[in-house]
């Protein structure tokens, strides 16, 4: 497993931070992102304990973050680094379907969402928004967190995906990768009574009879993420 790198940054240059799990994702955002006036890669990490511990170190501007990496997911970095610098600016970079997450690693603390596939035409603004005007997401996101703050007292959940926590949620995109309560466990580094813990809930919260159901729904879901 490849250890946090540390990039020198000049002094007149936005520092940035890569948390990313995929070395050819990290490589790509570096490349795009050193060839933009004023903006520089000051270190990349794989997971959230390198990430922790270069945002203590290298203090940098702001840090784009991935939600799928191993262990502490993005979501839950989010959270820890707000925890203790609730200040500072975050990015978040992903495969994921920002009509889903976005309010999710808003709610964590993240300031912007940026779908991977729009890496080329979109990095560089999102990341000068992010660090000057605090904040970026999609016209379609923005019209739905409008809205469910406008009428909040009158939520109903669209989908009962929407009632699975954030943890929950990752559990249940696994199962649908076709993954076992042991490999789950050891990819979020959890007990396999832990896993199967969140089983039980996501089967009730989704309203599944049983293990079967449950892998054909998660299955689903996973190949509609796509």
Known sequence: ???????????????????????????????????????????????????????????????????????????????????????????????????????????????????KHEALKNITKAIRCVLFENFFISDKVSAKVMYKSLFNQYRNYSSPMELLSNRELEVFRLIGQGYGTRRIAEELFLSMRTVESYRTHIKEKLNLKNGEELLQQAIQWTKNEK
Request: charged fraction near 25%; glycine fraction near 6%; hydrophobic fraction near 45%.
């Open 1 to 115: 497993m490849p250890l946090a790198k540390e990039i020198e940054s000049e002094k007149d240059e936005s520092s940035i931070l890569i948390v990313d799990f995929q070395p050819i994702v990290r490589l790509g955002l570096i490349h795009l992102i050193n060839n933009s006036k004023g903006l520089k890669v000051c270190g990349e990490a794989e997971n959230a304990h390198e990430a922790m511990e270069l945002i203590k170190v290298l203090k940098p501007d702001m840090a784009i973050v991935d939600i799928s990496i191993k262990g502490v997911n993005g979501i839950k970095l989010i959270e820890n680094i707000k925890q203790q610098y609730p200040s500072f600016p975050i990015l978040v970079f992903s495969m994921l379907d920002e009509s889903f997450y976005a309010e999710r690693v808003l709610n964590a603390g993240a300031n912007g969402y940026l779908m």
